[in-house]
């Protein structure tokens, strides 16, 4: 069973940094291609950022030029590093791995920020 453990997340006020990341067992993870997502209360779960296990990296309008997604396919992980965080980046953030037509999430990780 796969399994992807979120961790990095947390409170930071406006104009700070985090850098989430995500480590992914039992899955064939160099070809896998990954994600973050988040999930503002009473708003749908939206993209943030996505790689191609080539590397291809893609971003939400509302986080490009601030967050940076990279994976280390030797430690089985991917972050997310977020730099000049605003309040409105406050949600729940979960990566997602997609290999073929299989999925899997992570379980979330809570980043907060304040102005």
């Known amino acids: 069973q796969v399994q992807l453990v979120e961790s990095g997340g947390g409170l930071v006020q406006a104009g700070g940094s985090l850098r989430l990341s995500c480590a992914a067992s039992?899955?064939?993870?160099?070809?896998?291609?990954l994600g973050w997502y988040r999930q503002a209360p009473g708003k749908q779960r939206e993209l943030v950022a996505g790689?191609?296990?080539?590397?291809?990296?893609n971003y939400a309008d509302s986080v490009k030029g601030r967050f940076t997604i990279s994976r280390d396919n030797a430690k089985r992980t991917v972050y997310l590093q977020m730099n000049v965080l605003k309040p409105e980046d406050t949600a729940v953030y979960y990566c997602?791995?997609?290999?073929?037509?299989?999925?899997?999430w992570g379980q979330g990780t809570q980043v907060t920020v304040s102005s």
């Open positions: 790689i191609t296990s080539g590397g291809s990296t």
């Open positions: 997602k791995v997609n290999v073929g037509l299989f999925e899997a």
């Open positions: 039992r899955t064939p993870f160099s070809i896998a291609s």
